[in-house]
């Protein structure tokens, strides 16, 4: 048989370097990675078999064996799972297949803390065999092959490694590490146990270690030849939950989710009637870097009695929940469900709902621990928000689970506005701007200010697009204060109203004339007392997208209706009582209107006019 030689593609040598380089710090991790892989291994294999039986050959208990040679200082692992083709070791040891691994390869900085926490989240995997090893040898047949199909890989990890047909009569996959001298602290058995019972407890098959005796001649442990199991071997899900301890909780995330960090709070069920499944779930504490990804999955694993069949389970999750990671493990489901027939299946779509009202309401208790809150919504409010106009049903509830900051204050909820509206108030008023500083310095909010009314200060994308599917909460209209006149209805005094109509007439002309000098820019001009201190400010009509809606959907290449705003004006202004009888009317008419234009974050549609009017007057 001859050996053959194969380079590494270069973002894998890429990989190994990092790894070898960046890991360091937590060496152990390399036990949960292989294990992981036997399991999953061995979960392909079940799954196979559920087709083709004679594929578990006279070997149907699936199981991971640990073991350690002093001498030779290698440590083994070893799994009778689904096994590796010549060909796919090739492939699967060789390149990185993975959509995304390239991308996150780049994304690599070389600040070794930083990175440490990257490769945790995407999970090295194989080679993280290579922080303890300095050769990985990787002996393997695949399930279904001839014994004389087996394969040997061998590799130092750097640029290369070697390929070579192998007799091999088990099936399944042995991965000796050829350790370094710094790192035999592994040939220990207590060492490895504590590891797998940290990081592997809750994989669902054996994990077997051999026994020890104690050699008093010889002063050492001596190996003996009976295996016992170092894990539970219950899927964690399946346990009781007084069973299940909240480090067991969290390391089972760990692993679920390659994160590093706990997650901020999870909820572990058994849903009854009807359709019957498990139900563990968690709420991560920190974004993945690929959250705005439209191709991102849910992070939902499904499993059929224990079984598991697919990760990234969409249809187990609605979209705006994406952010969620978990196990679902059903009892109605046949094993051999595709993607096709979870979307049209009445009992994946109950678990759906089920997972939807159980999310909302993890989030409703944590809503009442304000830290965690503020972590949750800071990293996935936006994406919640898209569940306004995705989940009609549940608008409500994800309308009081939102958070805002105000002109009086940050990480207001509508109710919280509800219960502070001032006496005669009848609508809950809101500005939607580029930037908090934008929004807060807004012409429109002028009145407000000064009539104490608070507004609500929205600065996210998504924000306008979701609150049009909000037009009331609890019974009170929700109101741009960019959109429509203002009226501020019981709130403004009948004074304030006479004075305001009475200035609208004696300004009439005046006004006529403004509206043919901007004829182009504006739909109408109309005198306002939304204004205390700008001479002007922009308007669109109720119903209507912003201008800063229109401006962003054209930034990102959508169709955005062409706008004509509404220039209103403050008819007590200098300014603005200098156009009455001024040369310069038009130029002044014009310099308004692209003032208000700049005040909301926008541009003059000719920059160098308005430059050369102002110039003009300046001089
Ligand atoms: P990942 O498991 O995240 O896909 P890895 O680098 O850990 O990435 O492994 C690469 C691939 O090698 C796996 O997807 C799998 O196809 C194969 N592999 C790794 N370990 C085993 C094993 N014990 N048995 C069979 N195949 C394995």
């Known amino acids: 048989m001859s050996k053959h030689t194969h380079a590494f593609q270069a973002e894998v040598a890429q990989l190994l370097h990092l790894v070898t380089h960046s890991l360091y710090s937590n060496p152990d991790i390399f036990v949960r990675e292989l294990v992981s892989n036997a399991s999953d291994a061995c979960d392909k294999l079940r799954f196979e078999a559920l087709n083709n039986a004679a594929l578990l050959e006279d070997a149907p208990n699936l199981e991971v064996r640990v073991a350690f040679d002093k001498d030779a200082k290698t440590l083994t692992i070893t799994d009778n799972g689904i096994g590796l083709s010549e060909q796919e070791a090739i492939d699967n040891l060789g390149t990185i297949a993975k959509s995304g691994t390239r991308s996150f390869v780049e994304q690599l900085s070389g600040d070794q803390k930083k990175d440490a926490q990257l490769i945790g989240q995407f999970g090295v995997g194989f080679y993280s065999g290579f922080i303890v090893a300095e050769k990985i ?9 001839k014994a004389e199909e087996g394969v040997r890989w061998v590799s130092g ?22 350790l370094r001298d710094d790192k035999t602290e592994y040939l220990n058995r207590w060492k490895l146990k504590q590891i797998i019972g940290r990081y592997s407890d809750h994989i669902s098959l054996p994990i077997l270690m051999q026994k020890e005796e104690w050699d008093a001649e010889k002063s050492e442990y001596k190996t003996l030849d009976e295996w016992e199991s170092v894990n539970s071997a219950s899927a964690l899900w ?36 009807g359709t019957e499944y498990t139900q563990l779930l968690y709420i991560p504490a920190k974004a993945p870097a690929d959250l705005w ?34 196990v679902i493990d059903s009892a109605d489901l046949p094993l051999n469900v595709s993607r096709e027939l979870l979307q049209e299946s009445r009992d994946v779509k109950a678990i759906r709902d089920g997972n939807t009202r159980r999310v909302l309401s993890m989030l409703e208790d944590l809503s009442k621990e ?32 939102l958070r805002f900051a105000s002109t009086q204050g940050e990480g207001v909820s509508l109710a919280d506005y509800k219960a502070r509206m001032k006496e005669g108030q009848d609508a809950i008023y809101y500005i939607t701007a580029d930037s908090l500083a934008a929004a807060k310095n807004s012409p429109q909010l002028e009145v407000f200010k000064k009539k104490g009314i608070e507004v609500l200060l929205m600065t996210d994308r998504v924000d306008e697009w979701a609150l049009s599917f909000v037009p009331e909460f609890d019974g009170t209209p929700l109101q741009s204060v960019a959109k429509g006149a203002v009226d501020l209805g019981k709130l403004q005094d009948e ?37 205390v201190d700008s001479p002007a400010c922009l308007v669109v009509e109720d119903g209507e997208y912003s201008t800063q809606l229109a401006r962003l959907l054209k930034q990102a290449g959508q169709q955005a209706p062409d706008i004509k705003p509404i220039l209103e004006v403050n008819a007590e202004h200098p300014l603005v009582k200098k156009l009455e009888g001024s040369a310069h009317f038009d130029d002044l008419a014009h310099i308004l209107f692209d003032q208000a234009l700049l005040a909301e974050g926008g541009l003059p549609e000719d920059p160098a006019a308005y430059v050369k009017r102002i110039n003009t007057l300046l001089a």
């Open 137 to 145: 040898t990787v002996e393997s047949r695949r399930a279904g092959l």
């Open 157 to 178: 990890g750097t640029g290369d490694f070697e390929v070579e047909a192998i007799t091999r009569a088990e099936r399944g996959t042995r991965i000796t590490l050829h």
């Open 238 to 273: 399946s346990r009781a939950k007084k069973d299940i301890t909240p480090e067991q909780y969290t390391e089972f995330y760990k692993n679920l989710s390659f994160d590093s960090e706990a997650p901020l709070t999870w909820s572990h069920n058994r849903v009854e009637g």
């Open 293 to 326: 990804n439209r191709e991102r999955k849910a992070g939902i694993k499904l499993y059929v009695k224990r079984v598991f069949i697919m990760d990234e389970a969409e249809s187990l999750m609605p979209s705006y929940m994406r952010f969620v990671k978990g």
């Open 370 to 401: 304000q830290d965690k809150y503020d972590a949750f919504y800071a990293e996935f409010g936006a994406v919640l928000k898209e569940g306004l106009g995705e989940d009609f049903g549940n608008r409500e509830r994800i309308a009081k689970l």
């Open 495 to 531: 004074g304030e109203k006479k004075a305001a109509e009475q200035a609208a007439e004696t300004f009439k002309p005046v006004l006529d004339k403004l509206k043919e000098s901007l004829k182009d820019k504006a739909k109408d001009v109309r005198v306002t007392t939304r204004l």
